[in-house]
């Protein structure tokens, strides 16, 4: 005989989702990139939303870091200290020093000429990075006519010093990557860097026989034939390279209304807006530089490790809190990775423009330039490629 039916037990009530942790208080600090470009560019192992290429140096940067995060520190238990004391002492410290940041803070250009100058089409500005360093050697003569020729509405190139001074076009302190020499620019003089063949190792060599090292003159003059504007990228010697830029400008009057001078290194830019306060300026930054490479390998060990990454919370923190504000800059240069619709929001607000680098793909292009209003540098005008 069968068995009567049973009705089978009520299922237990389904368990709502697990919330997704909750991220420790130092990386909520930084901004995250959105998510289409978390899609296109996997992060690399062990950092968190890490780039892929680009890093500025870390001298200069990290001790930028140490002074900052001391100071805050300072600053803190001081206004703790008078707290406890006298209960009004904490907002007058708090007060006097907001009034000492601003007293002290070099004022940004007129909006209305940053505005002409980043965008100088009435619409988003892209620039050749390095002079479209894909589509012909990087920091020549050559990528600048390139650009021009490829419609860019500005060109990038990166300023160095010979040992003897002189400022010539290079992205690194040593020749062995673009060039047919070796050796560092601190032992070369203009001369011995002049003999050197900048195509020597680019994909199209061949191409571009007889190119030479420019000085940071000729390329203005080759530029300024043209209708592009000029981002100066200032690798580094803080004073040497505002002497050589403020005799630039001296010399070229046209370049207030047609270049901006951006740095990794604050002091660079602080020198600068002292040297000459009609000068636009922009911030350039990469999150965890001093910590990670661009590929998101670890640059030390051990504990060591784990400094340097408090440096670069304290790094990011001091340049979207005060050291924009505090150097008058008129643009923000982010690696791509990092900028969402709420980060660029968050820099609309203040006033300032933010530059994406480097931007190859033909998808990211569209989404940079459309959906977010961003402007953008890329290696490329002509075709997508991957970064070098």
Known sequence: RSRP??????????????????????????????????????SPPRVPWSGQVGSGRAGPA?????????????MLLSAAACSLGRPLSGP??????????????????????????????????????????????????????QAAENNATGVEFDVEFTSDGVPILMHDNTVDRTTDGTGSLDHLTFEDVRKLDPAAKHRLHKKYLGEKVPTLREALVEVLKTNMTIYFDVKGHAAQASAALKEMFKEFPELYNRSIVCSFEPMVIFKMRQADQKVITALTHRPW????????????????????????????????????????????????????????????????????????????????????????ITDTLIETCSPP
Not at 15 to 37: C, E, F, G, M, N
Not at 62 to 74: D, H, I, K, P, Q
Not at 116 to 129: E, K, T
């Open 289 to 376: 530089s001093l910590s990670f490479y661009g590929t998101g390998k670890p640059k030390y060990d051990g504990y060591k490790q784990y400094v340097y990454m408090f440096l670069d919370v304290v790094l990011d923190w001091s340049h979207h809190a005060f050291l924009w504000k505090l150097l008058g800059v008129s643009a923000f240069l982010m690696q791509k990775n990092f900028i969402s619709s709420d980060y660029a929001r968050f820099w609309a607000e203040r006033g300032v423009d933010v530059i994406a680098w480097t931007v190859n793909y033909a998808d990211e292009k569209r989404y940079y330039e459309n959906i977010l209003q961003c402007h953008y």
């Open 92 to 145: 007058a410290t708090a007060l006097v020093l907001l009034a000492a940041l601003h007293l002290f803070r070099y004022p940004p250009v007129p909006p209305e000429l940053a505005r002409r100058v980043l965008r100088p089409c009435g619409r988003v500005s892209i620039i050749a990075h390095r002079g479209a360093g894909y589509d012909a050697p990087e920091n020549t003569l050559a990528a600048l006519k």
């Open 5 to 42: 039916y049973q009705h089978p037990p009520p299922a237990a009530p389904a368990r709502p989702p697990a919330r997704p942790p909750r991220l420790p208080a130092w990386r909520r600090l930084l901004p995250r990139p959105s998510r289409r470009t978390r899609r296109s560019l996997p």
């Open 62 to 74: 990290m001790e930028l870091a140490v002074l900052c995060g001391l100071s805050a520190v300072l």
